[in-house]
Nanobody, 121 residues
């Protein structure tokens, strides 16, 4: 499956952005979907994940209550709604896909290119 992330941009602190991850090649119904972020020179960090049906989600503590992951299997797209953005949310965000729920915070089989989110003061 090929993944294409979009929706990044410049936003003021406290503002909102919605990232999208459009899949092609295969239906995302088969996959657990996740979002990660990575700043230059730092390790890639888990942000959020959603089960195949969308009924189960998981979030990093740093974004819990501010970010919401969702999916539209009919549109083959996953979203990350980001509210109350902070300066420290500035980085590149990646979407990813894997088959199983176990290990959602660590390993994924497919990755999209990143989309840059910049939060300004």
């Amino acid at each position: 499956v090929q993944l294409q992330a979009s929706g990044g941009g410049l936003v003021q602190a406290g503002g909102s952005l919605r990232l999208s991850c459009a899949a092609s090649g295969r239906t995302i119904r088969k996959y657990v979907m996740g979002w990660f972020r990575q700043a230059p020179g730092k390790e890639r960090d888990f942000v959020a994940a959603i089960s195949r049906s969308g009924g189960t989600t998981d979030y990093a503590d740093s974004v819990k209550g501010r970010f919401t992951i969702s999916r539209d299997n009919a549109k083959n797209t996953v979203y990350l709604q980001m509210n109350s953005l902070k300066l420290e949310d500035t980085t590149v965000y990646y979407c990813a896909a894997r088959s199983l729920w176990d290990g959602i915070r660590v390993e994924y089989d497919y990755w999209g290119q990143g989309t840059l989110v910049t939060v300004s003061s």
